[in-house]
């Protein structure tokens, strides 16, 4: 029988006060645990969506950020964010950088799911192609970040609630920008 995957729950301080299995976290009254985000980039500088798999418990088949999850105990944020890159879209990343550290959210899906997250945010920077798990991920695409503002302006609904929060802090932290050749 495969270990279930462990969520850390939060206290409002945002220290760890237990963890349970992933699948007994979400609900109506989900309680705050840990969890993250990541923006991919690749060598043009655009960011890398994703539309969740129909399947998904919440928000299925919006678009969102490159990938999200949550550390297992004791699990270091980095370590995570490489380990979901793996899973959920077989991609290894580099210069995985912390861009909004102290980003907090609370939003319920159409059917009743609650998210209740502290949810650090991270760019990084894909090294290679990507295979997205069926599970995971529906479909994807690269955009330039400043289409992707534009795209979140006219149509709001079509992307995760925590996409559109992070979104303008990203924004004004400059932090979806890149130097590199384009």
Not at 22 to 50: I, M, W
Request: proline share 10%; hydrophobic share 45%.
């Amino acid at each position: 029988m495969p270990v279930p995957e462990m969520v850390v729950l939060l206290d409002e301080q945002h220290a760890a006060i237990g963890s349970l299995p992933k699948r007994e976290v979400h609900h109506a009254d989900t309680p705050l645990h840990l969890a993250f985000s990541c923006y991919l980039r690749n060598a043009d500088g655009e960011v890398l969506l994703t539309r969740r798999a129909l399947t998904k418990q919440s928000w299925p088949g919006v678009w969102t950020n490159s990938f999200c999850g949550h550390p297992a105990p004791n699990e270091p944020l980095p370590a995570a964010v490489h380990r979901r890159a793996a899973d959920e879209l077989r991609a290894e990343i580099t210069d995985v950088t912390s861009v909004l550290p102290s980003f907090r959210y609370r939003a319920t899906d159409p059917g009743g799911t609650v998210e209740n997250e502290f949810c650090p945010v991270f760019v990084a920077q894909l090294s290679g192609d990507i295979t997205p798990h069926p599970d995971e991920v529906a479909e994807w695409a690269w955009i330039a970040p400043a289409a992707l503002a534009a795209a979140v302006a006219v149509a709001p609904f079509a992307f995760s609630p925590w996409l559109r929060a992070q979104l303008p802090e990203l924004i004004a932290a400059d932090a979806l920008a890149w130097d590199g050749p384009a």
